[in-house]
């Protein structure tokens, strides 16, 4: 049972005014949503305002039950505190990170002569653990680099210092063929071992520079000892090194110890990218798909993903680096936006990254789902449009003549987002004299709602007028005259600049370009400018056949008929032999024709 008005008084006066994390329980005493707060009785008490505008958050008032808090020292705390309860209950109305996998990391046993290998579970023994690697590709072939430069042992025997001493083990295959140098049998020491797990560490962490360092320090030394087949191994595992740093440098070297997070989203979820950089290397990148359960703000967004991704991959990165400034304040951590330089493109790179991904998702659910897709796209529609109705039926109107000869009109249909053609109409202007694209547009609105009136049609739920504010308007007289006007949304679209004009708005509006809502909207114009054009064409081609047939004295209609359908065009009946005209109409008109074709009898 929803609380009472004087149940929500009480609470809110209640409420201290300190920084903490908020709980609402809906029925059954059940978690429904959890939050964060600076401060908890202005935060709170804000949900209870009678103007709410989200309709999803007029919804989860609705079924608040009971509010209950805890006060913590500092925002920080609050959003770490926040961040694990939404784990623990995940209430149904907090955005969600949507992330079922496990994702593999490489970790350096603690044992004696450590392994190295990759893993999807974490053991907490006092091991190493370096990811995790989102792409498995990379984690392989980070392996794959590291199994190159050093001979490392990959067995599981306990390799003991007592046990080795007593000789318990023998060398396998992987000792004969140079993978492994033998520290079962004490053939290596520990400390030996231990400088390539350093340097194994080095290299998972992005300090590239420093393991080249310590290994061309190795390469001069074995040189000046004259063991130059040593020296030469040791400089292929430089070169190798350096191709893999080649790799992943994208950015100046001076850059240190990083974090980027950047997000794009729509009106249900967000998709946010992370980058790890350290010493000018990303080190680790990840976009997270978050689902939106109200209408929470990208610093909102970013507050809930950014410490369970650093979390995740260990990051202790002190600067985290934005596209836009966010009301998120973390201790010891410095938010920054750059404006240009190496920083800027990380971001850049960044926005790209999450940007494919969601591009991505769509063209899957386009295949995977594809009533899915349509429906996203038309409540995309609707909302860009201010309409009150889902526009699962849109029709759109476009004139074509050539000063005022020929005019016609065109009509499309599109149904659920795509086009209807058995629905398409041709309007040949009945009351129209001379060049009046307003006058034209009028009366095809008008004959073409009448119509569907008197038949009891279903009428969309969006009209597109191509042209400005004049076609518009004149649309919007035909509706008046049938009773339609505000009944029917309507909208008109400029062509130069693509400008967006409502009724009664003096200004347009203007949709982003890469919109699919105005993709759609594109689409219906040119689909009605292509369909209007190609009948105005057709027009004026049988007004240009027939306005030269009908010169010729004494030949009637009936006449010109049966020629027009015998023989196709006038080119044809001009190149005719006179029998062969007179097979089909006669010797008399017969006569007539072939004289006036080939006699120049022309008529004044």
């Known amino acids: 049972m929803a609380l009472s008005e004087e149940d929500i008084r009480l609470k809110l006066q209640l409420l201290p005014q300190k920084p903490g994390i908020y709980q609402y329980f809906g029925a059954e005493g059940i978690i429904i949503y959890v939050g964060k707060a600076k401060n908890l009785k202005n935060r709170v008490t804000s949900y209870f305002n009678k103007n709410l505008e989200n309709g999803k958050t007029r919804i989860l008032v609705k079924r608040i039950c009971d509010i209950q808090y805890i006060v913590v020292d500092t925002e920080y705390d609050a959003l770490l505190l926040e961040n694990s309860l939404i784990k623990k209950y995940q209430p149904k109305y907090n955005i969600q990170l949507k992330d079922d996998k496990t994702y593999p990391w490489i970790c350096i046993k603690k044992e004696p002569f450590p392994r190295v290998f990759s893993t999807r579970r974490l053991v907490r023994d006092g091991s190493k653990y370096f990811g995790p690697y989102p792409s ?120 240190h110890e990083v974090d980027v997070i950047t997000l794009v989203d729509d009106d249900k979820t967000a998709f946010v990218n992370y980058l790890v950089i350290c010493n000018g290397s990303i080190i680790h990148g990840y976009t997270a798909e978050v689902k939106k359960k ?53 971001v850049d790179l960044s926005v790209r990254n999450a940007k494919f991904y969601k591009l991505e998702k769509l063209k899957k659910e386009k295949i995977v789902h594809p009533e899915r897709h349509t429906e996203r796209i038309l409540e995309q529609i609707k909302k860009d449009f201010r309409l009150k109705d889902l526009p699962i039926h849109i029709e759109c109107f476009d004139n074509s003549n050539i000063q005022g000869t020929n005019p016609v009109s065109a009509c499309v249909v599109f149904k659920n987002g795509k086009p209807s053609k058995q629905d398409y109409r041709h309007f040949n202007v009945k009351t129209v004299e001379g060049p009046n694209d307003f006058a034209t547009m009028e009366e095809a609105v008008y004959r073409r709602y009448k119509r569907m009136l008197d038949e009891k049609q279903t009428l969309p739920q969006l009209i597109v007028i191509d042209g400005g504010k004049g076609q518009l308007s004149s ?130």
């Open 136 to 255: 498995v590709k990379v984690l392989n072939t980070l392996l794959s680099l590291l199994k190159e430069l050093y001979p490392l042992r990959n067995c599981a025997l306990d390799l003991a210092k007592q046990k080795i001493q007593e000789k318990r083990y023998k060398v396998c295959l992987e000792y004969h063929i140079g993978n492994c140098k033998g520290p079962c049998v004490g053939n290596q020491t520990e400390d030996q071992y231990q400088v390539y797990i350093n340097q194994i560490e080095n290299i998972v962490k992005g300090n590239l520079n420093s393991v080249i360092g310590i290994l061309k320090t190795l390469m001069l030394d074995y040189a000046n000892n004259f063991q130059y087949e040593m020296a030469h191994e040791i400089k292929q595992k430089i070169e190798v090194v350096e191709q893999y740093k080649a790799k992943s440098t994208i950015v100046s070297p001076t850059i």
């Open 294 to 346: 109200l209408d929470e703000t990208p610093s909102e967004i970013i507050g809930f993903v950014l410490p369970e991704l650093r979390e995740r991959f260990a990051s202790i990165s002190k600067e985290v680096l934005l596209e836009q400034e966010i009301e998120l304040k973390i201790d010891g951590i410095h938010f920054f936006v750059p404006q240009k330089g190496d920083k800027k493109q990380l």
């Open 475 to 604: 649309a919007l007289t035909a509706l008046e005259k049938l009773e339609l006007r505000g009944k029917i949304a309507i909208v008109g679209i400029a062509k130069r600049l693509e400008e967006i004009f409502f009724p009664g708005d003096s200004l347009p509006i203007y949709l982003d370009k890469r919109s699919e809502s105005l993709k759609v909207i594109q689409f219906l114009r040119n689909e009605a400018h292509r369909f209007g054009i190609t009948h105005h064409r057709n027009r004026r081609s049988k007004t240009a056949i027939v306005s030269e047939i009908t010169q010729i004295e004494g030949i009637g209609p009936k006449t010109q008929e049966i020629l027009m359908k015998a023989f196709k065009t006038i080119s044809k009946i001009k190149t005719l032999e006179l029998h062969s005209l007179e097979t089909e109409i006669g010797k008399a008109k017969a006569k007539i024709v072939w004289n006036y074709f080939h006699n120049g009898d022309e008529i004044s």
